[in-house]
Structures are given as structure tokens and as C-alpha cells.
């Protein structure tokens, strides 16, 4: 017997801020939580399993998040999993979820994903030094931006391309209510004109720091009928690869590619460009968005950033990338995957509000994480799949 | 001599913790010397408050002020108290239900030996002599004598509700490094740069590890590389952060030795960093001998060696 057919009929998420002092990390995670039950009119009654998945622990100095949180999460006398796949975990997450469904094992699973970046500080704890060692990390932007160097000089783009993607995602992010940022006016020379800070990536170009949480709701095909515009899952893979190997290609690694030539043949997508309609792709750095087109196959290998200075990747263009604003926008970094696999289900449901994509039929949700070794993603469609 | 060499190393971050309404009112309470609980949708007084129902998963909203005294219905003893409890001393760890309350909760209990606690003992609350909206607020329980009445709490410093509590968390690690690293790190003691070779690939690893990432095979030839190498790829690392060691701006370079099959990151000084390039050839400058310990920190940087750059052809498959 193959997998059952699996669809999301709830999304919620908070409204992410530098800091939501008002709130614990039981209190965010419900606000997420609520949204998307009300979404799919149904209470944590209803719920058979709940999957929950937050950012590495150093992070917010929680190692244990089921456990204090089991209560609040409406876990008490069902089953409760963590998930921990580093900032692809939001992704992970939701597909772990979406298993328990394909599997049969359960009809309605709830999940969700959180960060509450404001307790801690991400720069520190991915940097901090180790004994014997040379101490010259320098956080995520420090770790990304040598292999952002190594994509601009392979695929000889333009140095502006990074700043179109900003400047993009940051007018896609004034029509989401949710997103962090709402920065008026960004512009491709506003952001050019943006401090650097790990050269060649500028302050404009690199994502915030959020509190922030998102949940979803997936079901059986049952349950799913009396929802008016389920989101369907055509495909989920994940795939993950050594940190460290000679000569591991860490511009276009080889997990993410194998993890979307698996999901397009699991979807039955001969051409992504053609056939994704809305693209939610993890960029938490701008020219990770040329990068991972060419990764996940939209483009040739160094036709990526050709996309992006097209505009094709605009709301209007051939394959919109980022519709909500993206990772750039809003950044709590255990909920961002989630957040991309959430927003992917919104467009194919018509949900998506004022950054819809007309008439999308067909979405990628995608999540990466680690030193990009761990890549998550899923297709997502207004119709049931046939397979 | 130890196969491996090994570092204390420490970890720690003050968490700042927002507490959101309802853990909020229990530590605002207790700053005001005041324990307060609150009613489930069951009718049952918890102390400290559920965030939430656990049966009707409702946000907590009914609170109950409860007794500071109360009943132990179960405790441990602590013979050897480790950093970060709430005595240097051996103390009991009791659960204790405060009258007004129907579940117990887990605090300290002051007394000097496990003979001085019984389940059913009557016991109060110490408060803390300065109250800042901590459970450490209750300095612990201590024993009730037959007739004595509950502690009253010197008078609170402030009004405004607690709405967050910073978390200290430290951790405390032997960091061990593996044999094939300690190898690496003893090499750079006596100036040399040590890897290995992997006998499937053979694709020379530095710091060697204690099996090929690639294919999994143990590593054990040994390789002494050239100390000099091309710059890969790099960032100029313009941003402070906490924790940062080396003064920013500064150049975090991938540098490629000759005959490794890997980059190595490390620091690049003597020459602008606004010319640093992709391909430009550099050799290790070491600290002062009387410097060195078993650290990649005794190469002190990397610095151009005036060659010409490295054809991309050379490097591009190492990015």
C-alpha cells in the first residue's frame, strides 16, 4: 500500500517581531496554534499527534521543549515528537507531520515550530569558540558569505543581483501583515548603499532576527472534505550530506539537488519553472535565492541569478519566489522553514491575501539548514495528486 | 603521554526569558510575597500557575491567592549538592501542597539531616530577603513548630509586574579532541602541519579526521603539508558580535594548501583587506616559538606570499 493522501487545511502564524516581550514560548506557539485550528475549524480535541520543532539549542537555551511545553501545546494524553534538523527544522517538521498522515497511523496532526530569538543571541551561539582551534567564525552571515563569494565568481553574476533580491522581498513583505520587516521604500540602490558587514553580503541583504512561531494542520483525505480549499501534498523529501567532505560543493550542494530531483519526480514535475506556480524558498541571505533556483533545478547550473535580473521572480515574473516577504522578512529561524512550507500552502488554497499569486495551482515550500547540509522541501497543490 | 589531547571549556549565556501573563503574575506575586495559583477549568488550585488548561487547553485566566504554609506529601534528600542548587549544604528536595492549593510543588527545604524531614511535616516558606520576581524569591521551606505561624516577607522594592527573568545558563565541558585531531594539533606545537590521507579516495584531509566523510574509511597515513596555500574564497567580517576574538574588520579565509584536499579557515593580515583576492597564494606566519601550545592558533595568520594568484581551474573545485 503506498502513502494515503495527506493535505493542510490550517495554517496560523504570529506576527513576527524583534520582540514579543508580552508573550512566553508557550503563549507564541498558541498564537500560531490557535490561528491555524481556527483555520481548519477544528480544536486541539480533534488532534490525534502533535510534532514540534524549534531552533538549535544553544539558541534559546532550551533543551527540551516537549517537555515544558506539552501542556500548552494540547499534548497531554497523545503523542508528542520533537524534530531537530538545525534551520531546516521548520521543514523537517511539517514533514515528519505529514508522514504520520501518509502512513495512516493518524487522521489530524498538529504541528508547529518556534524561535523566540529576543532570549538569546543566534551570532553568539553559532560562534562560540572552541579549544584548539582558531576562533575566526563569525556567525551565519560569516559562515555563507565565502560560498555567496564562490557563487558570484562561477556563475559570473552581476554584484547587484543580491540587492534585487532584497529590495524584492522586502516590497513582497508590505503585503503580508504578518512579516517582521516593513521596511517602506527599499530600493536596489537603497540596499547597495546598506552597510557591508560580511563582505559581499550587505545588512540589506541578510534576514532578522524574529520572534516569531507557525503551525499547520494536516489531515486525512476524510477530514480534509470539509475543508473548502485543502492544500495537497504531492511530494516531501529530505536529504542531508557531511559538513565537512574534499571537495563537498557547497555552492550547489549535492543533497539539495538530489532532494529535488527526488520531490519533482515524486510530484510528477518534469519542469519545475513551469509547472510551480509560487516558489517559498529559504533565503536567509539574498543571493541564496539565485543559488538555490539553480539548485532546485528553476535554472541551468549559473543561470540562476539571469532569473532574478530578469524580475522573473517578482510576483508577476515566470517563478515567484518569496511572495510573503521570505526569510529575509522574518526570521524566527525555527519556525522559518515551517513558515515557507505554510505560505507554500497558502497560495495554492487562494489564502494568501494581498501577496497572493493568481490562479496558483501548484507550490515548493522549502527549508535548508546547518552549514547547507540539511535541505527539507515539499510540493504542495489545489488538487489531489492522482498518484 | 595521552592519546588525546583534551580543554576544559565553558558555555554560558544569560537567557532573558519573558514569562507572558501568567508565569508573570506567579513571580509578581512572590516579589510581593505573595504565592499565588490558579484555578483549573477542574476546579483544582496549581501552584505555580498552568500557562494553560491542561483539559480544556483555555489560557489561564482564574487566579488564587494560597497559604505559604504547607504540607510535604513526598521529598529526596541531597547528601551532595552540585554547583547552582539552592545550598552549598546537604538539603531535602521536598514537594510541598500549600494550603489553599491541591497539587504540590518542588522547592528546597532547609534542614540538616534526612532525619529532621517526614512525609505529612508542616512546613513554611523562607522568603528571600531581597524579592525581584525569581522563584528563588522562596529562599526555601523550613519546619513549621506546632503553634508558629507563616514568615511575613520584608516589603517589595517595586510594583510594576514581572514580565521576564534572566536565565543564567553555564556549561562545563572537557572538550576532547579525537586522536587523528590531537595528532593535527601536537604537529602544530613543533610548527608542522599535519594530515591524513584517506586510502579510498585518497583525498588528504586537514585536520584529519578519524574517518573519511566521504566514504567512511578509517584514516591513518599521515601527511605533512606545505605551509603555504591559496585563498579559496573569503569574508571580510565587518560586524562585532559577543564573544568575538579578533577585532573586527578582519579577513576569514578558506586557504587551500598545497597537497590537501581541503581548505582550512583562518585569518589573513599583511595586506589590505579590500585586496585580498580569490587564487592569491599565502604561506603560514607563525607566533613566536615561546608562544606556541597545541593550537591552530599558533599560526597567528596567513599572509601573501607575492606569487602570482592560482589559476581558478586550480581551486574551483574545492568551493
Known amino acids: 500500500m503506498g502513502k494515503q493522501p495527506a493535505a493542510i487545511i490550517g495554517v496560523g502564524q504570529t506576527h513576527h ?10 503563549g507564541l506557539c498558541r498564537e500560531a496554534i490557535d490561528r491555524a485550528l481556527l483555520d481548519a475549524n477544528l480544536t486541539l480535541d480533534d488532534i490525534d499527534a502533535i510534532v514540534v520543532g524549534k531552533a538549535p539549542d544553544l539558541f534559546e537555551g532550551v533543551m527540551m521543549p516537549e517537555l515544558f511545553l506539552a501542556e500548552a501545546l494540547g499534548a497531554a494524553g497523545k503523542p508528542l515528537l ?3 534538523t538545525a534551520g531546516s527544522v521548520g521543514g523537517s517538521t511539517a514533514i515528519v507531520a ?22 538569546s543571541n543566534a551570532m553568539w551561539a553559532l560562534s562560540v569558540p572552541l579549544p584548539f582551534n582558531m576562533p575566526v567564525h563569525a556567525g551565519a552571515g560569516g559562515y555563507f558569505a565565502p560560498h555567496v563569494r564562490s557563487y558570484i565568481r562561477r556563475s559570473q553574476a552581476p554584484t547587484h543581483v543580491g540587492a534585487i533580491v532584497a529590495a524584492k522581498d522586502r516590497n513582497n513583505a508590505l503585503k503580508n ?29 541578510t534576514c532578522p532576527s524574529s520572534d516569531g512561531a507557525c503551525a499547520l494542520v494536516i489531515v486525512d483525505e476524510d477530514t480534509a472534505r470539509s475543508s473548502p480549499n485543502p492544500a495537497w501534498i504531492h511530494g516531501t523529501v529530505m536529504r542531508s550530506e557531511a559538513t565537512t567532505a574534499a571537495e563537498r560543493d557547497q555552492v550547489n550542494p549535492q543533497a539539495g539537488r538530489d532532494a529535488a530531483a527526488a520531490l519533482w519526480k515524486q510530484a510528477g514535475i518534469t519542469s519545475p519553472i513551469d509547472e510551480i506556480d509560487a516558489a517559498e524558498i529559504y533565503v536567509p541571505f539574498s543571493w541564496f535565492e539565485p543559488m538555490w533556483l539553480e539548485n532546485l533545478g528553476f535554472a541551468a547550473e549559473g543561470d540562476g541569478w539571469k532569473l532574478t535580473e530578469a524580475g522573473e521572480t517578482a510576483m508577476t515574473g515566470r517563478i515567484p519566489v518569496n511572495c510573503s516577504g521570505g526569510v529575509l522578512s522574518s526570521n524566527p529561524i525555527g519556525a522559518s522553514g515551517m513558515l515557507r512550507f505554510g505560505e507554500a500552502a497558502l497560495q495554492v488554497r487562494g489564502a494568501a491575501g494581498e501577496h497572493q499569486v493568481d490562479g496558483a495551482r501548484k507550490a515548493l515550500g522549502h527549508a535548508y539548514g546547518g552549514g547547507s547540509q540539511f535541505f527539507a522541501m515539499w510540493v504542495v497543490g489545489a488538487d489531489k495528486p492522482e498518484n | 603521554m595521552s592519546r588525546t589531547l583534551q580543554a576544559p571549556v565553558t558555555v554560558a549565556f544569560d537567557y532573558t526569558r519573558s514569562t507572558g501573563p501568567v508565569v508573570g503574575r506567579f513571580l ?15 476546579g483544582q488550585v496549581v501552584v505555580p500557575p498552568l500557562e494553560f488548561d491542561p483539559v480544556t487547553h483555555e489560557a489561564t485566566t482564574e487566579f488564587v491567592e494560597v497559604s505559604s504554609v504547607g504540607t510535604v506529601t513526598s521529598w529526596t534528600w541531597v ?28 522547592h528546597a527545604l532547609d ?28 529562599a526555601c521551606f523550613e519546619p513549621l513548630a506546632p503553634g508558629e505561624a507563616a514568615a511575613t516577607a520584608p516589603a517589595a522594592s517595586s510594583s510594576e509586574p514581572v514580565t521576564g527573568v534572566v536565565t543564567e545558563v553555564s556549561l562545563d565541558y572537557d572538550y576532547a579532541a579525537s586522536p587523528e585531531e590531537s595528532l593535527f594539533y601536537r604537529g602544530l606545537n613543533e610548527g608542522r602541519i599535519m594530515g591524513q590521507r584517506c586510502p579510498t579516495c585518497q583525498k588528504v584531509y586537514v585536520p584529519p579526521r578519524s574517518a573519511c566523510p566521504s566514504d567512511g574509511t578509517p584514516t591513518a597515513e599521515e601527511v605533512e603539508l606545505s605551509q603555504t596555500g591559496t585563498i579559496t574564497t573569503f569574508c571580510i567580517v565587518n560586524v562585532p558580535f559577543l564573544g568575538q576574538k579578533i577585532t573586527p574588520p578582519y579577513v576569514s579565509a578558506y586557504v587551500l594548501l598545497d597537497g590537501a584536499d581541503i581548505a582550512v579557515l583562518h585569518l589573513i593580515l599583511g595586506v589590505p583587506a579590500d585586496e585580498v583576492r580569490m587564487g592569491m597564494r599565502v604561506r603560514a606566519v607563525w607566533k613566536p616559538e615561546e608562544e606556541w601550545a597545541y593550537s591552530l592558533e599558533n599560526i597567528d595568520h596567513f599572509a601573501p606570499t607575492g606569487e602570482p594568484d592560482a589559476d581558478y581551474d586550480t581551486y574551483k573545485h574545492h568551493l
Open chain 2, 79 to 106: 547528601p551532595e549538592p552540585v554547583k547552582g542548587q539552592p545550598f552549598d549544604r546537604p538539603f531535602a528536595f521536598a514537594l510541598v501542597t500549600l494550603d489553599g492549593a491541591d497539587v504540590p510543588f518542588l
Open chain 1, 98 to 119: 505529514s508522514s504520520l498522515v501518509q502512513a495512516g497511523v493518524h487522521k489530524r496532526v498538529l504541528t508547529v515550530a518556534y524561535e523566540k530569538q529576543s532570549e
Open chain 1, 82 to 84: 520533537r524534530v531537530h
Open chain 2, 111 to 138: 534542614v540538616s539531616s534526612p532525619a529532621e524531614v517526614t512525609t505529612g511535616m508542616r512546613v513554611r516558606v523562607r522568603w528571600a530577603a531581597e524579592r525581584v520576581g525569581h522563584i528563588n524569591d522562596i
Open chain 2, 28 to 42: 509578581s506575586g512572590l516579589r510581593d510575597g505573595v504565592v499565588v495559583g490558579a484555578r483549573t477549568s477542574t
Open chain 1, 177 to 205: 501583515p504578518y512579516a517582521h520587516l516593513h521596511n517602506e521604500g527599499t530600493t536596489v540602490e537603497s540596499v547597495l548603499a546598506s552597510q557591508m558587514l560580511w563582505d559581499p553580503i550587505r545588512y540589506d541583504e
Open chain 1, 17 to 26: 517581531r524583534a520582540k514579543r516581550e508580552d508573550v512566553s514560548m508557550a
